[in-house]
């Protein structure tokens, strides 16, 4: 089409608002297509957006949730009225809970008499989604982009709802010459009084700890905070879903919480003050409040007023952007103390602050092998700058606590709705995200194979990816929590599965490790061209329930 031609064309609103979006900076998009999102779809990837297909809408929704974390991008969800939104809702609740900007773009139809006919707006509030709607032509596009606006500066999960006959009209006057990406959020200043507290709170501190959370996963959080803690003598932190954004700090702690080495929880819990930073320091991270001493005063900075002391009675809290507030704390004075960074501390960190120094007995025989001792050897062997999606389950502590990564954008926890099933997809958004690094999928066989549609996915774009099953044939953590009771588990144990079978079915190479020696394998991969993703199905020990089971049992 030349350019008289292409002037003298209507655009209907289904190709202006993707058109639009994609101006005002969506470069990446995922989704099932159906007819309902095909032009919008097709209008997007027309105006130079990526679209990856997925085999199922729930995998498309984590990977968008997952790819926008660890871009620091918001990317979008296409799905097909009715059927494929509510197929998308687990990934769209994950993504909702987690204060993930994403945009959800669904087909809609709005005569009831229709078979795709639902409440969308009710199924986004349910979940915790902020329902949109285009409701004329004339007004498509600026509610389009007001959509993008709210995910982006109220960091929320936006579902726009696009009805079939709206789509279909001309937009007048097409795509506005002016579209451009919102302006980034504004970062919230503290108030003078707030950092004169949290100050005094500091100075008066003899044993301080800071727990950095998804808040200070923004550029020049970790800079700021490794000042003040070096300031103040704190020893360092983070939240599940933070982790690595203090790598290679000798005070580092790592986690703080179920997946915390026992150094580390000692070392919190001794603290006579604990800060949050952009963390709410909820259950997990506090371990159900046993990692606060008694009388230790408890900080929380969040640039979200509405989020302090949601789950801590506070002595302080202060509404304010993490690294604009521990840079306002550094310029009120000078000096350092020790507080607990102290040569014996130091020490300990060293020899024993990981999961993986604290001896255990290895429980491998011939036919499975020692979940750790397989986590420690994989930590080995697969490259350093890597990025993990971790699924649920029992097995999840074991990647968490002995995989290592290399900073905070080294792995998406995708767990505040619990569910499993969303770790393949997980990891296949973080690595789109990161295409610099080694993808690694850690998951147990029942989510493994709840979201198996997917392995065809990883195949499609190419991704060299290392898929880690841990295979106890059954939904481990009912079976190690009712178990021991003597309830009945036919219902959640399952005969063996041969996941590398099916792997190899779907192009990936692979390989069934029951003993170390097994992945000899797994090293020859990571040695090679690694043309094809890798799947290791690790047949691990399952005659004992993780260490954290049964604090994740009390959180239900």
Known sequence: MNAAEEAGRTTNVAEAVGRALVAAGIGQVFGVVGSGNFHLTNAMVAAGARFVAARHEGGAATMADAYARVSGTVAALSVHQGPGLTNALTGITEAAKSRTPLLVLAAEVTEPRSNFHIDQDALARAVGAVPTRITSAEEAVEQALDALRRAVHERRTVLLNLPLAVQAQDAPGGVPAHVAPPPARVPVEPTAADVEALAQVLDEARRPVFVAGRGARAVGARDALEALAERHGALLATSAVARGLFHGNPWSLDVSGGF?????????????????????????????????????????????????????????????????????????????????????????????????????????????????????????????????????????????????????????????????????????????????????????????????????????????????????????????????????????????????????????????????????????????????????????????????????????
């Open 260 to 556: 915390s080495s026992p150094l580390a929880s000692e070392l919190i819990a001794s603290a006579d003050t604990i800060v949050g930073w952009g963390c709410t320091l909820n259950m997990w991270t506090m371990r159900h409040g046993t990692l606060i001493g008694p009388g230790a005063t408890v900080v929380q900075v969040d640039d979200d007023t509405s989020a302090l002391g949601v789950h801590r009675k506070l002595r302080l809290g202060v509404t304010g952007d993490v690294a604009l507030t521990a840079r306002r704390v550094l310029e009120r004075g000078d000096g350092t103390r020790q507080g607990l960074r102290t040569a014996d501390v130091r020490a300990a960190l060293a020899d024993r602050g990981r999961r993986r120094d604290v001896p255990y007995e290895d429980t491998s025989s011939a036919e499975r092998i020692d979940p750790r001792t397989l986590s420690i050897a994989l930590d080995d062997i697969l490259p350093a700058e890597r990025v993990i999606g971790v699924d649920s389950g029992n097995f999840m502590g074991y990647p968490m606590a002995y995989l290592s990564v290399p900073d905070e954008h080294g792995l998406c926890f995708t767990q505040a709705f619990q569910s499993i099933g969303l770790g393949l997809a997980t990891a296949i958004g973080a690595a789109l995200a990161r295409p610099d690094r080694l993808p690694v999928a850690a998951l147990g066989d029942g989510g493994g194979l709840m979201g198996a549609a997917e392995l065809d996915t990883v195949c499609r774009l190419g991704l060299p990816m290392v898929v880690v099953v841990y295979n106890d044939d059954g939904y481990g953590a009912e079976v190690h929590h009712f178990g021991p009771d003597g309830h009945p588990l036919d219902t959640v144990e399952f005969p063996d599965t041969d996941i590398a079978a099916v792997a190899r079915g779907y192009g990936f190479e692979a390989v069934t490790v029951r003993t170390p020696a097994d992945l000899g394998a797994v090293e020859e991969w990571v040695a090679g061209p690694r043309t094809a993703p890798l799947l290791v199905d690790a047949k691990v020990v399952k005659d004992r329930g993780a260490w954290w089971l049964e604090e994740a049992f009390r959180g239900h």
